[in-house]
């Protein structure tokens, strides 16, 4: 990593989205505890998204009832999710990763 890298924390309310437009690949973005509506999209970069809490505390909600995450190339396919729930997609569609390994540690799925 090099030396600009950074680590960004949010609220809830402000939404994941708002950090990860100017994030460069290899920040952190730090999540605290409450609900995320979302339907991000992530390319060319590899970030870290991590709950400040336990995953039970920062629940992270599909805005559209469908997809909550997409991982368009190889860069963010690569990307690290930490102490998260992530709910409100479905089954077949919560995630689409176009490539790469994505890493998920201390995350719950739940009602997708």
Known sequence: ???NVQSKSIKPYWGILKLNTPSASGDTIRIAPG???ELL???NKTL???GSSPAAQVIVRSSNGSRLLSLNDAAAGAST???L???GGTSQDLIAVTAGN???EYCIFQGN
Do not use: D, E
Request: proline share 5%.
């Open 41 to 43: 999209s992530i390319a």
């Open 102 to 104: 994505p890493t998920f």
């Open 81 to 83: 999710f930490q102490n």
């Open 35 to 37: 609900t995320c509506v």
């Open 48 to 50: 870290v998204i991590t």
């Open 85 to 87: 729930t992530l709910t």
């Open 1 to 3: 990593m090099s030396g």
